[in-house]
Structures are given as C-alpha cells and as structure tokens.
C-alpha cells in the first residue's frame, strides 16, 4: 500500500520562512514534487525535482523563493520556501509519479487528483500580512 506522509506548515507573517517534508512509502517514481490550492482555485503544481539526476522544476510564482530538494534513501522530498507572501496561503500537497509531475508542476499547471497517481492528505501554510 501505497502511503504520502506530509509535515511542517503552519503560520507566518509575511517575508518569513517554513519547510515542507514528504516520505513516500511503497511507490519509487521519476518524480516528486508539490501542488497547491487555496480555496476556491484548482490545484496548481509549486515545484518538483526528479528523482533520479536531482533536477529541479519550479512554477513561476515560486522562482527564487523556494527550494526543492530530495534524498532517496528516505524516499522524501522537501519544500523550503522562503519570503512568503499571503498569496502563498493554501493546503499544500505531496505528490509522486512519473515525468508527467515534474512537467506539470514546472508549468504550474492546474491538475485534477486523478492526474497523478500518488497524493499526500496536505499540509496547511498560512501567510498573514
């Protein structure tokens, strides 16, 4: 049986910083990474990174301001964002799949939870002004 395990979030004021971990169990894909939804909107791929060469995608919204990063032995990926605004505010999921997640995610694109095979329960982040 496949299990996605997310922790950290949480509350912080604008320009502050929280991070983000995942450990997969039960499933090696190509790609882990992070979405996000705030209320009212779709899904929207954060980051991702492939599992294999390590390499990094991002959204656009989040350039410069978060890092992805994994470590295969444990099967995790980790989420550290940095100046957080308010927009940044939403329940924020792991994911793992193929190629197609780390496509999606660098494309910020909007995705139904039947697009990717393996999600997370999400983690809450909240930005306050």
Known sequence: QVQVTE???????????????CVVTGYRGNCMGWFR?????????????????????????????FTISRDNDKNAVYLHMNSLEPEDTAMYYCAADGHILCVQAAAGSTVRS????????GTQVTVSS
Do not use: C, F, H, M
């Open 37 to 65: 939804q705030a209320p009212g909107k779709g899904r929207e791929g954060v980051a991702a990174i492939a599992t294999a060469r390590g390499v990094q995608y991002y959204a656009d919204s989040v350039k410069g301001r």
């Open 7 to 21: 922790s950290g979030g949480g509350s912080v004021q604008t320009g502050g910083s929280l991070n983000l971990s």
């Open 114 to 121: 039947s697009d990717l095979q393996y999600w997370g329960r």
